[in-house]
Nanobody, 125 residues
Framework: QVQLVESGGGLVQAGGSLRLSCVVS????????MGWFRQAPGKEREFVAA????????LHGDSVKGRFTISRDNAKNTVYLQMNSLKPEDTAVYYC??????????????????WGQGTQVTVSS
């Protein structure tokens, strides 16, 4: 059974930083591209970032480009999202997901087949 468990969320002031982690079990992490999405209250789930199976390529959504960085450590079965210069509009539940493919190119939810339960990030102004 594949499980994804996020951690690292919390309350932070605007301009601060957080690092989210996602531990994957039940699947060899190197078999999948991985992604992060977020969903704010009353809004649709939004693509944040994705990374290829070996970390060799990644992409980030326009709203977080230059501030957030996705990375992975396959030896630890863990994917990270480093979030810097946080803004109140970054407030959301953040989800990690395992891509159906390996290239870390999927920006749509339909490109992922396993999801974590989410971790809340709240940025105060």
């Amino acid at each position: 059974q594949v499980q994804l468990v996020e951690s690292g969320g919390g309350l932070v002031q605007a301009g601060g930083s957080l690092r989210l982690s996602c531990v994957v079990s039940g699947r060899t992490l190197s078999a999948s591209g991985m992604g992060w999405f977020r969903q704010a209250p009353g809004k649709e789930r939004e693509f944040v970032a994705a990374i290829s199976w070996n970390g060799g390529s990644n992409l980030h959504g326009d709203s977080v480009k230059g501030r957030f960085t996705i990375s992975r450590d396959n030896a630890k079965n863990t994917v990270y999202l480093q979030m810097n210069s946080l803004k109140p509009e970054d407030t959301a539940v953040y989800y990690c997901a395992a891509e159906k493919g390996i290239w870390g190119t999927a920006r749509s939810e339909s490109g992922y087949d396993y999801w974590g339960q989410g971790t809340q990030v709240t940025v105060s102004s």
